[in-house]
């Protein structure tokens, strides 16, 4: 059998991520994978008469960029809600709540999500009372950027049957104004749970129509993997019959809820299984709150909220059953942690699974791992614990310091620290609380928009985190993360020279074409043509 490129580059500035042959002028792509890299001459060798042949004239490339943390779904779903992003008032909230009434019909939910006290200038949560005052006959449910609180209206308590009368929740809380001891209308962590259920579920039409929608945002971002949470077994039909009617235009990893440990065990399912499009990742547990919401664990009282520590979704026991399930069945897991209380139950889950069932590579994950100090991280480094990290989180959060005082903010989100300590830090955006770009989240961890400079990354980290160690996260170093001979096609071609340019004009470099597999999956509007050299 002749190897014949299929596709082939020429004249680009390829960055290959892999330390051995770092840079090359030109690649070509047979069957999916990679058939050569280097110069152009040695390329040129591999290319036939049919061979679909790019001039980059000088364009960088990169490897294919994975996100490690997106709730995919949720992402695609939410293009139909309410975006309250950026909304500075609970006054603005209710104009934009007027306008969605007035396009719904009678009767049906209004979901809405993005909101934050802190951004308002009411300085206070939104309550049902602000929501019934613009929609009384509509369910309305609007929950908070970080997910763990969400506000609801006096319809949607009724049709979910929450009262003052309700006894107290588990991992969770209804809040109860205190001189009338009803309802707020706020509901945080697992009380949300109750509300949820008394929503309609969205059809599995609508959840393939949703992860589509995602997914061609991802890809004109550079995109070309994903690992992607889910929230029940109707998420992991819509993305299997996606996969199979060949519809998934780039390789998908899935962590599925704690809630399906049970089945998956069951089943001898373990991580890896499928194929490259559509595999099962780590299993996703929670284990505490957000920081932004004051749920995150932590060890000391939140700073700004003296007598509150947050709040444990499981106590180390519990945490330490579910783990150790998981580990001894081959399969990863995925611990949200955020607090440096929680990382410490996570880690001693983990540390506990590792002495009673040695595995040799486990590669198991912390989601966030934001409050740490120099223990922990030499913890995570011994028991050899991935840091799943969302650089965006520097910018967003500013409220840090206030959060949790000047001395533990030094270490919050410590990339550099982790990195220098020999943490694996795997990037992400834990879209769609941030927005999905992964580009962005190279300009953040190199910026980190200002806050603690000393644990800035540099640009060469930064990429390695979205590319090889995000690959290595899901234990696929040896196929994806580099350009290199043998691996899986996936590629980008960017604007600029991500490398040369200011830290700064980061964030506006484009990507002109995603290729996954060998084949085009987005070109930008304009970029190059068909060339032959
Ligand atoms: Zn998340």
Redesign the pocket.
Known sequence: MPRIAELAIYDGNIITMNPSKPGAESLSTMNGIFLAVGSNRKVKKTLGKDTFILNLKGKTVLPGLIDC?V?LVKYGLQKTEIDLRNVKSIRELKGRLTRKVSSSAKGSWIVGHGWDQDRFEEKRYPTRLDLDEVAEENPVVLTRVC?HICVVNTAALRIAGISRETGPIHGGQIDMDPETGEPTGILRESAQDLLWKAVPPPTLKELEAAVLAACRDAVKVGLTSIHC?VDSSSEISALRTLRKRKKLPLRLSILPPRELLESLTALGITTGFGDDYLRIGPVKIFADGSLGARTAALAQDYSDDPGNKGIMIFNQDELNDIVEKAHKSDLQVAI?AIGDRAIEFALSAVENASSRFPRKDHRHRI?HASVLNRPLIKRMKDLNVIASIQPTFTISDFWVPQRVGPERARLVYPFKTLTKSGVVIAGSS?CP?EILNPILGIHAAVTRGGSVPEESLNVNEAVEAFTFNAAYASFEEESKGSIEVGKLADFVVLSEDITQISSERIKDVRVEMTVIGGRIVYTRRGFVTRYRP
């Open positions: 943390h709730h997910g949470l949200h989601e834990d609380t």
